[in-house]
Structure formats: structure tokens, C-alpha cells
């Protein structure tokens, strides 16, 4: 199975996988909006395309053989643009596509992009704590739970909490083989000095 990232920030192929993502930010409105998210449907379709272009090469489509299976972005950058420390990640991955892989095969992509790319040193995440499978996932990629904060967000009048995870450079090559560590860990100061860069945007499972 063949998966890749797609930049989102050429605004001809955002157009194309717009149907895409209205209907995966109805499907999960609950997860990715609050009461102060635009409501009506014209608003509400400008407000997600200015937000994902805004996010400029950290935005993508999760592809699965050339099919849009979900979407992945990146913010709150704590750094300096030659130098990132830490940042926080998003992703929705389509129903259809869960246990077959899809999820992990990402999730690799993405971390090697920010910790062995970027040489980030924390990447953190927030979830809904009805979102079992991405908690599953980021428990399985290395996240640790840090906290529940309380009333974090409002939706439909109420607040809701949200469970923050986080993952740490130390951590995350602790995992990976020993052969792996040595081969990219010489590189750092390198790597440093990029202050953009895309990832390998494709990975196979079985």
C-alpha cells in the first residue's frame, strides 16, 4: 500500500481536494471546531481554506494509492525560524482507512520530518478525549500523556476537555534502531541551519 503526503499550499490542488475536507470537517466537527468557528456555510468553506493556506508547506492530504484518506497540518511554532524547538500536530484519518497501517506509516513520515529534519526537540498534540484512535496511535508512536485540561475548548455550550500529549527527542530515538540513531544523530547541527523543508513524502505498508 502506497502512502504520501501532498502539499497543501498550491491553491490549484486545495481547490481539488476541497470536497475532501468539508466532508471530513463535518464528519469530525466535534474534533476540530469550537463554538467560535464559523457557522455559516459559505464563511465557514472560506475560513478552512484561508486557515490551510496560512500554514503554507506544513499542511498536507494523507493519500492512500492516490486516494485523499485524511489530512495532517502542523502549528504553534515555538522557535526561531532558524531554529525550531517544538510545535503542535494535527491529523484526521478517514474512518475507511483505519487498521490498515495508514496511521503509523504517517505518523513515521511526519516525526522523521520534525526530528531528524527539523532536529525539533518536542512535539506535542491535543485530543478530544472521545478520539480513541488517535490516542491509540500517538501511545504507539511514542507520545506520553501529560495532562487533562479541564474545559479546555467550548462546543455546543459546554466545555469539553482535551488530553494533551507529547513526544521528546530523546524519546522518540530511543525507538528508533540503534544503526538509525548513530546514522542521523552526527547531522544535527546541519540540520539546524534549514529553516524549511518537506519530508519524504512516501512510505509503504503491508
Request: with cysteine.
Given at each position: 500500500?502506497k ?49 490551510l ?67 525539533l ?17 500517538a ?68
Open positions: 500500500m502512502i504520501e503526503l501532498a502539499p497543501l499550499n498550491q491553491g490549484e490542488y486545495l481547490i481539488q481536494v476541497l470536497p475532501y475536507l468539508l466532508k471530513w470537517y463535518k464528519d469530525y466537527d466535534y474534533l476540530l471546531f469550537d463554538d467560535f468557528y464559523p457557522t455559516e456555510v459559505e464563511a465557514y468553506t472560506q475560513a478552512i481554506v484561508e486557515d493556506l496560512e500554514l503554507g508547506p506544513y499542511a498536507w492530504i494523507i493519500e492512500v494509492e492516490e486516494e485523499p484518506a485524511g489530512f495532517l497540518y502542523l502549528n504553534e511554532w515555538y522557535g526561531s525560524g532558524m531554529k525550531h524547538h517544538s510545535c503542535q500536530i494535527h491529523a484526521i484519518i478517514d474512518k475507511q482507512f483505519h487498521r490498515q497501517g495508514v496511521g503509523t506509516a504517517v505518523g513515521d513520515l511526519i516525526l522523521s520530518l520534525l526530528f531528524e529534519q527539523l532536529s526537540f518536542r512535539v506535542e498534540g491535543w485530543l478530544d478525549p472521545e478520539n480513541k484512535a488517535m490516542i491509540y496511535l501511545k504507539k508512536m511514542g507520545f506520553k500523556f501529560e495532562g487533562n485540561a479541564r474545559g479546555r475548548k467550548l462546543v455546543n455550550g459546554k466545555p469539553r476537555n482535551e488530553l494533551m500529549f507529547g513526544l521528546i527527542r530523546p524519546d522518540y530515538f530511543r525507538r528508533k534502531k540503534p544503526q538509525m540513531r548513530t546514522h542521523h544523530e552526527p547531522q544535527e547541527e546541519k540540520q539546524r541551519e534549514r529553516s524549511t523543508c518537506t519530508p519524504s513524502t512516501t512510505a509503504t505498508c503491508q
